[in-house]
């Protein structure tokens, strides 16, 4: 079966308001993806619980640290919607109370399944699985953490989801 016969995977990103977190989760997979050359396998997208942003373009420091690593981001903040259970196969929440916000979010006709991104970042006690919220830190060393978080669960998410290690 060629690559553009498969029926394509959709993967959603989810922080609390779509301009830190969830872009950097969404780029990263995008590039892990195409590092892999499954661009036709899979489609990758992000969303806000909350509504403050939507629209806007992502942090400046988010765009900073992405273009550090050679990626380039043109989305812009948008709110998850209940469609979004339906359309996509996996929704990653980047804490406790993204995924919280989500289970009850979540419609009864649900088909996506939900996972903590951080569950991901392999060798780490559960409560050091967090991917926290930059927005109210200084500078861009806090971008760059969830960068490298981001980088290693979404490599070890895809390796674990080709080998048929995960179900939707």
């Known amino acids: 079966m060629s690559k553009k016969s498969q029926k394509p995977k959709y993967i959603l990103m989810v922080c609390v308001d779509n301009i830190c977190r969830s872009p950097v989760a969404e780029a990263v997979m995008r590039a892990v993806i195409a590092q892999n050359g499954l661009q036709y396998e899979w489609h990758v997208d992000s969303a806000a619980i909350e509504a403050w942003h939507v629209g806007a373009p992502p942090d400046p420091r988010v765009l900073s640290v992405l273009g550090q690593h050679k990626i380039v981001y043109n989305g812009c903040a948008r709110r998850l919607v209940a469609d979004d259970f339906q359309k996509f196969d996996y929704i990653f929440g980047m804490d406790h109370s993204n995924m919280a916000s989500l289970r009850l979010l979540e419609p009864h006709y649900a088909k996506a399944n939900l996972l903590l991104l951080g569950d991901f970042l392999f060798g ?5 699985r967090i991917i926290d919220d930059p927005y109210y830190l200084m500078g861009e060393e806090p971008f760059e953490k969830i960068f490298k978080q981001c980088s290693c669960a979404c490599s070890n ?9 995960i179900i939707t």
């Open 124 to 128: 780490l006690k559960p409560t050091e």
């Open 157 to 165: 998410f895809l390796k674990q989801a080709r080998s048929g290690e």
